[in-house]
């Protein structure tokens, strides 16, 4: 067992024996994938605040079910995903419209070492970018942000999800292959105008 493993095991042994003051841990490990998670697939600003609250009351009302048959941050996407997917179907939102903002950025690369022209290109790239993302079908982004951002494999994204492998790998080249061919249109319209 690796030594992350023995501290959220008991981590969450202590939460479960009424140490509730350690539960910030978990909402600070995970606040970033929650997040993310929602992002993509509501726009409203309060709408996001109330759904990340309910998730994470939801972990801690559930805690005690965690059977560590998964990554605690799988199950918690999972958890996420569902409350956020049940929000669109009380909403009646159509999964394949959504305008939530996205946020790429170009942090590999250092601002100083870079050229004032060249920073001015990257956030022309990076506006491009976020604008064709908020275009994606949502099942499209979320996949696009637990593979890119969160750097979930396949096998993890498919137990959050609830998606065979092979529909996520699929999902995932759908995803990168029309956002491909979004910004080549795109900059194809910005090089003729």
Not at 65 to 93: D, G, M, P, R, V
Not at 143 to 153: A, D, Q, S, V, W
Request: net charge negative; with cysteine; charged share 30%.
């Amino acid at each position: 067992m690796v030594k992350g493993e023995i501290h959220i095991k008991q981590l969450i042994h202590d939460i479960n024996e009424g140490r509730v003051d350690l539960f910030r841990d978990i909402v600070e490990m995970n606040k970033r994938l929650v997040f993310h998670v929602v992002s993509r697939m509501e726009s409203n600003e309060t709408v996001r605040e109330d759904l990340c609250q309910d998730i994470f009351l939801k972990v801690y009302k559930n805690l005690n079910t965690f059977k560590f048959e998964s990554k605690l941050s799988s199950w918690i996407a999972k958890i996420a995903y569902n409350t956020c997917i049940s929000h669109i179907e009380k909403k009646k939102i159509p999964l394949f419209e959504d305008n939530s903002p996205e946020e790429f950025t170009l942090d590999d690369v250092k601002l100083e070492e870079r050229e004032p022209s060249q920073i001015v290109e990257d956030n022309n790239v990076s506006e491009l970018l976020r604008t064709e993302i908020e275009r994606l079908p949502v099942q499209f982004k979320v996949i696009l942000t637990l593979y890119h951002i969160e750097c979930m494999g396949y096998e993890e994204i498919s137990g959050v999800l609830e998606l065979p492998v092979g529909t996520v790998s699929s999902y995932v080249y759908r995803a990168r292959k029309m956002l491909k061919e979004r910004l080549l249109n795109s900059y194809e319209k910005e090089d003729v105008t």
